[in-house]
């Protein structure tokens, strides 16, 4: 499955060659990979989603049609935005999910993913409810001083 969601992401970013925005159709696409519209939706909420740098629009019905816009974020911008969606609890894995997108996007350096990933592991604060809440405010407010340092490095 994996596989397929790769090679659906692949022809899509394929499409943006020639401009910033890509218009197609959900049930041309999942004809094109013999998939169901389903797993479509599943490759533009978990690839092309607003930390990734895109803005999905999508109308459904008999002349729907999916835009994806590649929108050009500032580091800053992304960073406080990931802050901000990080929540009032957090697991580990999710954790460890949003800051490797955050380092393959190169919002954050690798040294500065494990540094934060190091500081909220299981075995440093825990694994039960009041864990998740600290580490969700644990973070957040690192994912905020990565801003502010990205922020200060284009001032300069």
């Known amino acids: 499955m994996a596989r397929l969601s790769d090679d659906i992401e692949e022809f899509i970013l394929s499409m943006f060659v020639t401009t ?76 460890n999910v949003l800051l490797h997108t955050l380092y393959e996007n190169k919002l954050l350096s690798l040294c500065q993913a494990k540094l934060m990933l190091a500081a909220i592991a299981e075995d440093c604060i825990g694994n039960n409810e009041a864990a998740g809440l600290l580490r969700a405010r644990l973070l957040s407010r690192m994912l905020i001083c990565a801003a502010k340092e990205a922020e200060e490095n284009a001032m300069q």
């Open 20 to 95: 910033g925005q890509v218009e197609l159709q959900r049930n041309l696409l999942a004809g094109r990979f013999a998939c169901s519209p389903s797993q479509i939706n599943y490759v533009l909420s978990t690839r092309f989603s607003p930390q990734r740098g895109y803005f999905v629009e999508s109308r459904r019905g008999g002349n729907g049609f999916v835009r994806i816009v590649k929108v050009n974020v500032s580091r800053e911008s992304a960073l406080l935005d990931a802050a901000q969606s990080v929540g009032g609890s957090l697991s580990f894995a999710k954790a």
